[in-house]
Structure formats: structure tokens, C-alpha cells
């Protein structure tokens, strides 16, 4: 009996895992990005009038 389905299904689930959590990263970095560029522009305006 050989042990190597355990071993793959392991290191998929680790690889999916870290596939997961970087995309969730870039996806929130992304909106972080879009949202400091909405409050610079809004504070922008502010200081103009």
C-alpha cells in the first residue's frame, strides 16, 4: 500500500489553500486602492472650495 494519494491530496489542499488566501489578498488590496483614491479626490475637492 502505498502512501502518495495521501501525500497529493495533502499538498493540493495546502496549494489550493495559498491559492485562495493570495487571491483574496490581491482582491482586498485592489478595493483598498479604489477607496483611497475615491477619500483622496474627495478630500481634494474640499480643500479647492
Known amino acids: 500500500m502505498t ?3 495521501y501525500i497529493a491530496a ?3 489542499l495546502v496549494l489550493g489553500s ?3 488566501l493570495s487571491l483574496q ?3 482586498r488590496l485592489r478595493s483598498a486602492r479604489r477607496r483611497l483614491a475615491m477619500l483622496e479626490t474627495t478630500r481634494q475637492r474640499r480643500t479647492a472650495s
Open 3 to 5: 502512501h502518495l494519494p
Open 18 to 20: 495559498v491559492l485562495i
Open 10 to 12: 495533502s499538498y493540493g
Open 25 to 27: 489578498a490581491v482582491l
